[in-house]
Nanobody
Framework: QVQLVESGGGLVQAGGSLRLSCAAS????????MAWFRQAPGKGREFVAR????????YYADSVKGRSTISRDNAKNTVYLQMNSLKPEDTAVYYC???????????????WGQGTQVTVSS
């Protein structure tokens, strides 16, 4: 079992920046990849970014590519999402997710955090 706790959300003005954190605990050694998703009111959950532990590879959705960076702190078992040049359309609840093993789909994960609210004002 892996527990994920997000933090770092809040209210920010358009053009500003936020750094979201996802702290993992439990059987973290079994985590193959971690990802960030977001969900705006009335919309489905949207993929944002993914990090694979073994290769260190990263992958970003087109909507955030060039503005966001996913990174990790191995000692803290924490994955971060640095978001710059924030736009009102970035407003959503951001969720952290973890996968136990490789999967072809970037949408399938085994563990989810409770989410952290990001609100971008214009």
């Amino acid at each position: 079992q892996v527990q994920l706790v997000e933090s770092g959300g809040g209210l920010v003005q358009a053009g500003g920046s936020l750094r979201l954190s996802c702290a993992a605990s439990g059987r973290t050694a079994s985590t193959y990849a971690m990802a960030w998703f977001r969900q705006a009111p009335g919309k489905g959950r949207e993929f944002v970014a993914r990090f694979t532990w073994s290769s260190g590879s990263t992958y970003y959705a087109d909507s955030v590519k060039g503005r966001s960076t996913i990174s990790r702190d191995n000692a803290k078992n924490t994955v971060y999402l640095q978001m710059n040049s924030l736009k009102p359309e970035d407003t959503a609840v951001y969720y952290c997710a973890a996968a136990r093993e490789w999967r072809a789909s970037i949408y399938e994960y085994d563990y989810w955090g409770q989410g952290t609210q990001v609100t971008v004002s214009s």
